[in-house]
C-alpha cells in the first residue's frame, strides 16, 4: 500500500477533507449524545474572528522559531515536518490547503476543545475540574499527533493553548479560527515559500 505521499494529490486532498470533515460530524454526534453539542458555543461574530486572527500569531512564531534555530527538539521539529508533512501537502493546491486547514480547526477544536475538554472537566469537581479537562484533552490531543515525542508534546502545548483561548473567551469560534489559520499560512510558507527561497540561495 503506497505512503500517504505516494497519492494522487487529488485523492490526498479528498482525504484530507473526508477525515478533518468527518471530525466536525463526530463532534456534533458525540456532542448530541453526551448533551454538549459543540456548535451551540461557536459565536460567529467579526471580535471572535479578530480574537483569533491575533490568537494564530504566536504559535506562528513559534514555528518561525523553530525554522530560525532548530536545535534540540526543535530540531527535531523540523525534521518531522520536512519528513512528512511537506511532501505530502506540496502537490495540492493553495485553495485546497486552505479548505483542510480549515476543516481540521472547526472539527478538531469542536471535538477536543468543544466536547472533550469540557466532558472531562464534568468529572472532577471545583476549579480543578477545568485543570483537569484542559490537561485531559490537550494529553489526548498531543497523543492522537504522534508521530515523534517532541512532536506529540508540541501538539500537546498547542491544544493547552487552544484549550486555553476556549476558557478565556468561552467561544469555540477563537481556537477555530486560530487553529485554522496558523495551519493554513505554515502550510503555505512550507511548501511553497521556503521552497522558493531555498531555491533562490542555491542558485
Not at 66 to 95: K, N, Q, S
Request: charge should be positive; glycine fraction near 14%; charged fraction near 15%.
Amino acid at each position: 500500500m503506497p505512503a500517504d505521499r505516494d497519492l494522487p494529490p487529488q485523492q490526498l486532498a479528498l482525504m484530507g477533507v473526508l477525515c478533518e470533515g468527518g471530525l466536525a460530524l463526530l463532534a456534533m454526534g458525540l456532542g448530541w449524545w453526551l448533551g454538549r453539542p459543540p456548535q451551540r458555543t461557536i459565536g460567529w461574530t467579526v471580535a471572535g474572528a479578530g480574537y483569533g486572527l491575533l490568537a494564530s500569531l504566536p504559535l506562528l512564531g513559534f514555528l518561525g522559531l523553530c525554522l530560525r534555530f532548530p536545535r534540540g527538539p526543535l530540531a527535531d521539529l523540523v525534521e518531522v515536518v520536512d519528513r512528512y508533512l511537506v511532501p505530502m501537502f506540496r502537490p495540492l493546491m493553495v485553495w485546497e490547503m486552505g479548505l483542510i486547514a480549515a476543516l481540521a480547526g472547526l472539527g478538531e477544536e469542536m471535538l477536543f476543545r468543544g466536547v472533550l475538554q469540557e466532558q472531562f472537566a464534568g468529572w472532577v469537581r471545583g476549579p480543578q475540574g477545568v485543570v483537569f479537562g484542559l490537561l485531559a484533552a490537550s494529553l489526548l490531543f498531543g497523543l492522537l499527533h504522534f508521530i515523534t515525542p517532541s512532536y506529540a508534546l508540541f501538539a500537546g502545548l498547542t491544544g493547552i493553548y487552544l484549550g486555553g483561548l476556549w476558557l478565556l473567551t468561552r467561544n469555540l469560534l477563537v481556537p477555530i479560527t486560530a487553529h485554522g489559520v496558523y495551519d493554513f499560512l505554515a502550510l503555505v510558507y512550507l511548501t511553497r515559500v521556503r521552497r522558493s527561497a531555498a531555491a533562490d540561495k542555491s542558485k
